[in-house]
Structures are given as C-alpha cells and as structure tokens.
C-alpha cells in the first residue's frame, strides 16, 4: 500500500514539475490538456494547479518577486502573470533571429548553435516552432564570413578588462601586415559594427596624456589576449562612451574629430541620418539639404563616395580634397579600361 502511495506521489511531482517547467518559460496549460495528457480528472487537474499557486506564494516570500497563476478566459488557459514581459515573445526572437543572420558576425555553425539555444530559452510550443521554420529558411543559404569567427571568450574578456580597469596584452595584425605585433593598452570600451567586434582603447603610457587619442582594434586580429591584471588611472573628465563614440564615427575608422558640411540631393534624408544619427539637415531651396555633423576619422569619406553624386562635400578643406581625388582616380581607371 505504501508503494502505491509512493508511486502516486511520484506521478503528482513528475506531473507539477513538467506543469511548471512551461509556465515558468512563459507557456500556458488547459484544464482540459491535462485531463487528456495525464489522465486524470478535472479535480485532479485542479490540485495541479493549486500546487503551483502555493509554490509562487512561497517563493514571493522568499524573494519578494510577486508572481500570479491566473485564467485567461478569452483563450481558456493558465499562464504566470509577471513572466509575459520577462520572456522574449515570438515576434521579438524572430526580429533578434534577423539581425543576428544580417550581422554576419559568426560562422555558421556557431550561428546554428547560438539561434537553437535562443530558442529553447526564450518560447514554447507551436510558435516556436513557427519562429524556427522562419530562421532556418535563411540561416540554410547563409555563408560563412571571410574574416576569422569572433572568440567570444575574447569579447569577455575586454569587457571585464573595461569595467575593472585592466591593462590587456596581446598580439595584433594590422590590415595589410603579415606578422602580429604585440601591444599593451588600457581598454575603453567594445563595440560592433559592420560584421566585426571591435575593442576601442589607449596604448599603455598614453592613458595620462592630454587629448590622447582613441585607437580601434578589431577583435578577430588579436591573439594572445590576456588580462594583466595591472590596473590604469581613468581620466574622467573624458570618460569613454561607446553610444557616444559610435555615433561619431564611420565603418569604425578612428580619429580625431572634425565638423563636415555637405549638400545631399539623395530620395531620402532620412537614410543620411540614420547612418549619421548626431547629424542635423537643413532644408535648401533646391530641395536639397544641408548635413553637417562632427565625425572622427576617414570613414565619412567612404560613406561619401557611396553616394556618388547625391553629395557634394563642402568643408571641412582636406576632406573635400580626399573626396575629389577619389573621384578624379576612379573616372580615370575606368576611362583607361575603355
């Protein structure tokens, strides 16, 4: 008789606990479902439920986190109350799914593994699976990047070398050089951009410096990344902010800053500022606009030359003539290839 009660107890906890392993992951249960899945009889289904409630009271007291098990009638099934806006909803996975394909950030097989596990964590039921058949349409015909997949070990490990204050040492290849440097500099901050993670900082000695001046370093270009444990003084009259930092500069080019004036005669403005987010855009006559912004480094001029002869560069002086021998180079090679 014991064994039998045993057993039953055996099924009861087994029973809770699959209950609330998808309650606790913001999926929803039926009455009905139970009877059907275990079973048992409406009453039965009830104690289930009732076991559920007395947990989250239980836990409310422990941590103070309020958490109701309520019944929705409009679609006739239980839910937690408080978890709808902890967990990430379908649509959201499925627009963080995108961004992650459009990145290109990882290889595939790393992307493959990282959306699975975003998808276990995040929902349930037939819309995951819904999200799933969405992302694996693209993710089949997805290429691997050319540069090196990004050590992600790497990533935290400038992120814990920024908020604590560390000096990072290691190997660095320039673009264009065979052979990896080493170099020592106090970490500022991280940021992605264009298909790359990037670790922004200061060569060691030149932290102290007045005006010192940010470098960028991409991240799948170091090897040998280790954590010195030194410490560095940070200078917080020009603390570093990456938001900041990142609306200030172009494809991650450094430098320093300078304000640059141009006419865009573009279909949409609003492009320009979206790729500028600190840029203003002064309406003229012609129906063109006037952009100016404050912009670190050469990659405006990139941008710019992109845009063929929607612009015209106005100031500053030397970025202007950057702009005009570009064009004048790539008119004549393509006057000497005809």
Not at 61 to 85: F, N, P, S, T, W
Not at 112 to 137: C, H, N, P
Not at 311 to 333: N, T
Request: hydrophobic share 35%; with cysteine; net charge positive.
């Amino acid at each position: 008789m014991a064994e039998k009660e045993t057993d039953r107890d055996d099924k009861k906890t087994e029973r809770v606990l699959f209950l609330w392993d998808r309650l606790s992951r913001g999926g929803v249960v039926s009455r009905q479902e139970m009877v059907e899945t275990f079973g048992v009889n409406l009453r039965t289904a009830s104690r289930y439920l009732a076991e559920i409630r007395k947990y989250l009271a239980e836990r409310e007291e422990r941590d103070g986190m309020h958490r109701e098990l309520y019944y929705d009638r409009a679609q006739k099934v239980y839910r937690i109350r408080e978890l709808e806006d902890e967990m990430i909803r379908p649509n959201e996975l499925y627009a963080i799914g995108k961004i992650l394909l459009a990145s290109r950030a990882f290889h595939k097989k790393e992307l493959e593994s990282l959306l699975r596990r975003l998808l276990q964590s995040a929902v349930l039921g037939t819309d995951k699976k819904e999200v799933e058949r969405y992302i694996r349409s693209e993710l089949f015909d997805y290429l691997d990047p050319a540069h090196e997949a990004p050590d992600v070990s790497d990533l935290w490990i400038v992120a814990g070398a920024v908020k604590d204050h560390h000096v990072l040492s290691f190997n660095y290849r320039r673009q264009g050089e065979k052979e990896a440097k080493p170099h020592e500099v106090c970490p500022e901050g991280v940021l992605f951009s264009e298909y790359y993670f990037y670790m922004m900082g200061i060569p060691k000695g030149e932290e102290k410096l007045t005006g010192a001046e940010t470098r960028v370093y991409r991240l799948d270009r170091m090897s040998r990344l280790k954590d010195t444990g030194e410490t560095f003084a940070v200078n917080y009259g020009r603390r570093f902010r990456e938001g900041a930092f990142k609306n200030s500069i172009q494809y991650m080019y450094g430098g320093r800053p300078e304000h640059v004036r141009f006419i865009y005669r573009g279909p949409s403005v609003e492009a320009v500022l979206d790729r500028l987010p600190t840029a203003k855009a002064k309406a003229q006559r012609d129906g063109s606009f006037l952009i100016s912004d404050t912009i670190r480094g050469d990659g405006i001029l990139m941008w710019l030359l992109s845009q063929g002869k929607r612009v015209k560069v106005l100031s500053p002086a030397s970025l202007r003539e950057k702009w005009l021998k570009e064009a004048e180079a790539i008119c004549r090679e393509n006057e000497e290839k005809e």
